[in-house]
Structure formats: structure tokens, C-alpha cells
């Protein structure tokens, strides 16, 4: 990493200088590369697939801002309407109508979701879902999956040690163990526990809230009929059902996570959460489901829920036309790509001798970096967070470098899915192919030693 110093200086220099004035130097924390060592690359520029940071390094770009840019960066079209709501003003505290057009794009693609409103972040989407679960049902616990992340909110930091069902620690500092107290962390695809846990407290449970399609501990699909338990056994206990498709939405088909697996026998979710894709890059999120739960809202009902920048214009006309973009050509293009970068890096992987699981949800797919002798080597499964966590981290982190240097950025974490965007075209895809070998043997070379 010597050669590291010279090539990435000014990347080096704005890390110095974001040290002194921001904690760890970023204002989210993955962005940091505590996982995975080195120096984060500041970005200048993003075109298409690929992004061009301050040293003028290039790379094909599969992190796609965790998900929202699935046309591209710097889109014509979104670029053009976001150029054309700007001149005509950047926030006015009132009522303006792409909030209505993005609220009936929204509502025509997921079938369950008859009323939605619009928030600035996923964290604000998932908190104000909860809230109205709560105030819904007039219960206060909320059950959740270890390994599921539902953004920064206090009751949701929070998951398990490993197996029965726990009342959670808090998994932050600063969250009161009173937040997390009301919060029931289970292990992700394992029905008996959710029975127990609602046998013992399915009449103080609001809500249970999981990804639609786990992709936050990497991917990680519901087995065959979970989500199915999830609504049977919530709807038993009169408790509500909250799909967070932040990521999958949008992402995995035109209808997100529910249109792969939906229509349910036993009913939909009553509520979903979605951002990251609907906002186009832009800071726009919403929730939204059973209008008659939805009423409770304020100002026709009694759960409070506000916001200066919610719909705003500029983050709505981004939203807007990029759902609007995304056809089914683009669809069908996200699976093209991300199949062929899978497919290379599974055999890239093999033929180095590095043990790894490749899991799917639609077109979203992550590798994992499971080690020999843990149970998802063995099943070729990861099926929850512990499956997860058995991976190995040096193997990663060597792959993960190794393919940087050769101008791909993959996200910086082990624990996350692969995002690929239409606009990887075949001059990108090419690239990463060509990343790949050098990688895998990077990662074997790199491989944690295992005992048992
Ligand atoms: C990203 C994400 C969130 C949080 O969204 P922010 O916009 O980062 O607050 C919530 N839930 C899921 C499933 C996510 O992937």
C-alpha cells in the first residue's frame, strides 16, 4: 500500500483536512474504511457507471450511492428535470404537484400501498412507520431481525446475541436502554422463534418491521414462505406488519421486493418504507399502506408526523423521473449485468480456491466471503446474521483492495449487497471482468486462518 500514498494524495490531503472538522472524517460511517483499511476516495465527478475521484482515478462504480443511482449518474433526463424544477425555486413549504405525481407513481407500482407520504431519509420513513404502528394498535414493542437495518433510529439499533429471542441491548451508545427495551430482536428466517415471541407477547407488539428482502447483512432472502409466517403470525396477534423495502424497492423489480414475492395468501404488509431508489440521488424517502391505518396521520389523526423539506420540489422532480425511468429495459438490463458480474466473480473465486456463497434478491446480489468449517460453506446458505458474520475479513479486504486498484469500487463492507445501475454498459462490465482474477487471488492469498 506504499505506492497507495502517491496515487491517492489528494484524496489523503481532504481526509486530513475532514479529520480535523468531522468525526472520522465522514458523514456516514462506512464511508471510512475502518472495515476494510486504506484511505476512502474523495469523489469529484460521476458520469454513468463509473466515478472519477479528486486524483483524477477512475473506477466502475458498484456501490451506486447504496443504491439510488439505477440509471446512472448524472442521468439526461433526471439531470433535466432536476435542472427544470431548480429554476423555478428550491423549496416552498406548501403543497407543489410533483408530490402528488411521485405519491401516485408509488401507489400504481405497489399494489398494497394506497396512500403514502413523503419524508427526506429511509431512518425517517421506518421511525414514522413504527410511530403510527404504535399509535395504531396503542402498543409499544416492536419486533425486528438481528442483522436488519432499518436506518439510525434509536428503538431499531438494536439486535440479538445469538439465538432465542432477547429484549435487546442497545446496539449504540447514546440509544436508552428504555428505546431499546421495546424492542424484540429475533433471528432472521427462523419461525419458531417468532411464534415463541409472539406466543409470550404478541398482545404488547405494535409492529414487526423487516427488510422485504434482507440487504444489510448482505443478501439474504426469506426462505420459502417466511414473509408468509411473518403475516399470519402477526395478523394472529393483531400486530402490524411493516415491509422496509428502502433498498429492494424499486430495485429488485418495478414493484420492488413485493412484486418478486407478492401477492401473499393471508394479505400484504400493512405498511412499507422506501427511499434510496425514489429519490434518484436526491433526499427523498416515504411510507405508505393500508389507507385506513395511514389516516391516523395528523392532520386527520392523532400521530404526529412533519417535515420542512419533505416533498421537496427538486428531490420529488429527481424521484419522479427516475421511477419514470426505470422501464422494463432497464430492468432487464440490471439483470443482465449483475448475472454476468456474479457469475465472473463466483468463478473468478473458485478457481482460486476461496470459499464463497453468491445469494440473489431480483437483480440485487452480494458475495460472501464464508469461511471452510462455518455453516454456510458447508450449506451454501447464509440464511441470518450469524450465517453472515462468518465470513472472512481479510479475504474481503484484500479482494476489495485489490479490486479498487484495478478501478472498480465495490462497496467497502463484506455486509453489503453489490449495486449495479442500468447505465454499466459494456465497455464497465468489461472492466470489473477484467478486475476479478486478480482479486480472487489476492483474497486467497489473504485468507483468515481458520480453527474448527
Ligand atoms: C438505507 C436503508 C435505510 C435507511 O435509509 P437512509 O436514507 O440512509 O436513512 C433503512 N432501511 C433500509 C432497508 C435501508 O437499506
Known sequence: MSDETTSVAESARLLDRALAVTPGGVNSPVRAFRAVGGTPRFIREAKGPWLTDVDGLRYVDLIASWGPMILGHAHPKVMAAVQDAASRGFSFGTPSENEVALAEEIVARVEPVEQVRLVSSGTEATMSAVRLARGFTGRSKVVKFAGCYHGHVDALLAHAGSGVATFALPDSAGVPTSAAGETIVLPYNDVDALEKAFAEHGDEIACLITEASPGNMGVVPPAPGFTEALRRVTAAHGALLISDEVMTGFRCSRSGWYGLEGPYEGGAPDLFTFGKVMGGGFPAAAFGGRAD??????????VYQAGTLSGNPIATAAGLTTLRGCTPEVYERLDVVAHTIADAASAALSAEGVPHVVQWAGSMFSVFFVSEGSRPAQTGAVRDYDDARAQDIP????????????GVHLPPSAYEAWFVGASHDDDAVSHVLEALPGAARAASENRARMTG
Do not use: T
Open 395 to 406: 479475504a474481503f479486504s484484500a479482494f476489495f483492495h485489490a479490486m479498487l486498484d484495478a
Open 293 to 302: 391505518v395511514m389516516g391516523n396521520l395528523a392532520p386527520l389523526g392523532p
